[in-house]
């Protein structure tokens, strides 16, 4: 018997099957880098405010 997971070992989880199926058009690839790079917004120049701020979001 193959078991995947935990789940599929307990009988809860999808067949392997099914997961094959769900993902065979699927790629190995990073999303944010599946796509051309956004054009550079300017520089902030001066003091700004915010509620959040992420920075390295990567």
């Known amino acids: ?10 009988g809860g989880g999808p067949h392997s099957d099914v997961v094959d199926a769900a993902l065979a058009d ?3 690839t990073v999303l944010w880098l599946d796509q051309p790079r956004p054009v550079a917004a300017p520089a902030l120049d001066g003091p700004i405010t915010a509620d959040l701020v992420v920075v390295g979001g990567g």
Do not use: E, G, Q, Y
């Open 1 to 10: 018997m193959r078991t995947d997971s935990f789940l599929t070992a307990a």
């Open 26 to 28: 699927s790629a190995p």
